[in-house]
């Protein structure tokens, strides 16, 4: 049996599954979808019929819970963009400081960027974020490490003036064109 016969006869079960662990039907439709998709374009996946089935509902668990992770970002993001809105006196100076960190962020080289969003701010753990990024997670630790010191000193320095602009362009982490555009072209480093 080919494969897209298999996936179209696990369909029903597939469909049965995401709507037992989603709590909308449309999300469930969305999460087979989905899931359909990794299904046909993954590079690996079993070979046996047998462990088509198995496979399949591991990848609709895995995006479900991907799902979870990226709406509770987005929650909290939400969250403290509201408490940001309206400070309190004593919380003006924090606010500030909040601001000058997304703004010493969005300034670190892709790489970093990249490396802090799956570790702190999306919350995997460095053997989640390793195999995200197809990396040893002693790799990941010493990316994390160095993404780290490079947004501190981003912060510590005059790297990024009061109005967002950058007023020193040789900053900590300043990122050459020629690096983003190899980056951007390869994916990850």
């Known amino acids: 049996m080919t494969f897209r016969r298999s996936l179209t006869r696990l369909l029903p079960d597939l469909k049965a599954y995401a709507r037992s662990i989603c709590s909308d039907p449309s999300d469930a439709e969305d999460l087979v979808g989905d899931a359909v998709e990794r299904a046909l374009t993954a590079r690996s996946r079993p070979r046996q019929p047998e462990g088509l089935r198995p496979w399949l509902f591991r990848v609709v668990r895995n995006l479900n819970i991907d799902r979870h992770r990226r709406d509770r970002v987005r929650l909290d993001h939400k969250a403290e963009a509201l408490r940001s809105a309206a400070p309190a006196d004593g919380q003006v100076r924090a606010v500030a400081e909040d601001v000058l960190v997304r703004l010493a962020f969005e300034r670190l080289k892709p790489m970093e960027r990249e490396i802090l969003s799956l570790v702190d701010v999306t919350g ?21 490490s160095r993404a780290r010191k490079s947004l501190l000193a981003r912060v510590g320095s005059d790297a990024v003036g009061p109005d967002g602009s950058d007023s020193d362009r040789n900053a900590v982490g300043e990122t050459d064109e020629a690096e983003t555009v190899e980056y951007a072209e390869k994916g990850r480093p």
């Open 124 to 144: 995997l753990t460095y053997a989640e974020a390793g195999a995200v990024l197809g990396i040893p997670v002693g790799t990941v630790m010493s990316r994390v």
